[in-house]
């Protein structure tokens, strides 16, 4: 990473602003505010006591449904390519899941979960499992045959050819599934706060929604903009360094 | 049909049938769900009323609309960004996050710009289902195998043909699978904004029962949507395992 990596996104960042500041005076107050008392109200708000309970409810709905999503689209991802025919039989239904409009499900979802945190961590957790699922699906099917051959002659157990061959051999693929699932656990997470939710930012959104209120609605969707992007481009850096190691460990073997 | 498809169809029959015992015998109480049937005959009998036909209308025009946008203006800006990398490179961290950001809050500020309506659930959806199309078209461009274009350059074909004749069918499974994420999208951009603040459409629908505790008629215009998304999927499916199988063929 050289200073000149940073010197184009970072000017995509400020022809952002400038269309942001152009269509604030276009649209004038009412629908959008300007950037700058946006920031500064963004700041007034995170520095207000009263808005910590709401972060921390958000943080701990989303960092369940990720754990949930994380661990559960492994394990069953790793099951499902593993064995052939069950990945066969899942494959299409889960796409079949993954395409359709999930937000309609949430009403169902408040109805077995009722009201409250375990809806919103299931409704997070429901976005970000499926892709989870897939990748890890996909990974583990086009691991090299070698390795499962190396494992049988070790005469590894099922439990410890997930562990120590499949996972290692296919983390780069993990990785990426985990970061589009770091995404949509994020989207589900925060669309389960809009609805019949009493605490987090959703609410706060909502709220701020129902009370026109601009600013607010710009910051929290611009704090949580930031928090996506920033987390995001960390995995995209790591999720690059994985996928360049593998390609030249194959490059070294072949 | 194959092995896998028997089973898979049986684990769906089980499924539902599970469920319509469950619901029956009182196992799961009709306040949370109703049995699958009751769900079909609630679609069956929403259809027959026809006091739905404004809202599918107006839902079904929107995500058309925003499919059709989506789709021509994300390929056209993936084409552009593909001519011009370093563009491309400065705009890469940003296609890359692009899907984490909630995009629902800014369906408000829109509302204000563009007024109470279909307009602000197309611009969403449009702006949604897009960056899926400009994603597939970069990286449908971006593997055309170079032997292919040397071709091109031998036979002298200028700019215009080497992309309609060599480039575009050379893409084409990457496009079609941003087709499928676009219009998937574009379900969801027009849907979710409806649930959200809308006074019209299958998903204001879709709340305003459930606010009403009316459950019959939520679940069936959840099943409603969920069947017609997912015959679409399956169509565009078809359609490409068949394009798939023919270009195996040739």
Not at chain 2, 57 to 80: E, K
Not at chain 2, 147 to 158: E, G, I, N, P, W
């Amino acid at each position: 990473m050289t200073l000149r990596s940073f010197r184009d996104p970072f000017l995509v960042v400020l022809s952002l602003v400038a269309m942001w500041q152009i269509l604030h005076e276009l649209a004038g107050n009412n629908a959008l505010t300007a950037p700058a008392p946006t920031l500064t109200h963004l700041w007034e708000m995170i520095s207000q006591p009263r808005f910590l309970p709401h972060l921390r409810e958000t943080a701990l709905a989303f960092a369940q449904a990720l754990l949930i999503a994380c661990l559960g689209g492994v394990g069953i991802g790793v099951l499902l390519g593993g064995h052939r025919l069950s990945g066969e039989v899942a494959e299409p239904i889960l796409v079949g899941l993954y395409s359709i409009p999930k937000i309609t499900l949430y009403p169902v979802i408040l109805l077995l979960f009722g009201l409250g945190m375990p809806a919103k961590v299931a409704f997070g957790a429901l976005h970000g499992i499926i892709p989870v699922i897939l990748f890890t699906m996909n990974a583990v099917r086009n691991v090299n045959r070698t390795y499962l051959r190396a494992g049988r002659a070790l005469r590894l157990s099922p439990s410890q050819t997930a562990w120590f061959v499949l996972i290692p051999a296919t983390l780069p693929e993990i990785f990426s599934g985990l970061r589009v699932g770091f995404s949509l656990t994020l989207l589900g997470t925060m669309m389960g706060e809009l609805f019949a939710s009493q605490r987090g930012l959703g609410f706060l959104l909502m709220t701020a929604i129902d009370l026109h209120d601009v600013e607010t609605i710009l910051a929290i969707a611009i704090l949580i903009s930031l928090f996506a992007v920033v987390l995001n481009a960390v995995m995209l850096a790591v999720d690059r360094r994985l996928h360049r190691h593998t390609a030249q460990d194959s490059g070294g073997k072949a | 049909m194959s092995k896998a498809a028997w089973i898979r169809l049986a684990i769906l029959v089980g499924a539902v049938g599970g469920l319509e015992i469950a619901c029956r015998s009182g196992l799961v109480p009709a306040t949370m769900v109703i049995a699958p049937s009751q769900m079909a005959a609630a679609t069956a009998g929403l259809l027959a009323s026809g006091d739905l036909g404004a809202d599918i209308r107006q839902t079904f025009t929107s995500v058309g609309i925003a499919i059709v946008l989506s789709i021509t203006g994300g390929f056209t800006v993936g084409f552009w960004l593909h001519w011009f990398p370093r563009l491309r490179r400065a705009m890469d961290p940003f296609l890359a996050a692009y899907y984490a950001i909630p995009h629902f809050a800014f369906y408000p500020p829109l509302i204000v710009i563009f007024g109470l309506g279909a307009l602000p659930l197309i611009v969403l959806a449009t702006l949604f289902a897009m960056v899926a199309m400009i994603v597939a078209t970069l990286a449908g461009l971006d593997r055309v195998p170079r032997v292919l274009l040397k071709t091109a350059r031998m036979h002298r074909l200028s700019p215009f043909e080497e992309m309609w004749r060599i480039r575009l069918p050379a893409a084409a499974p990457y496009l079609f699978s941003g087709v499928k994420l676009a219009v998937s999208y574009s379900f969801i951009g027009v849907i979710a904004g409806e649930f959200i603040l809308s006074t019209a459409g299958i998903g204001h629908e879709i709340a305003y029962a459930y606010d009403n505790f009316d459950n019959p008629r939520m679940y069936g215009l959840i099943l409603f949507v969920l069947a017609v998304v997912t015959a679409f999927n399956m169509l565009v499916y078809a359609y490409e395992r068949q394009l798939v199988r023919r270009r195996g063929a040739a």
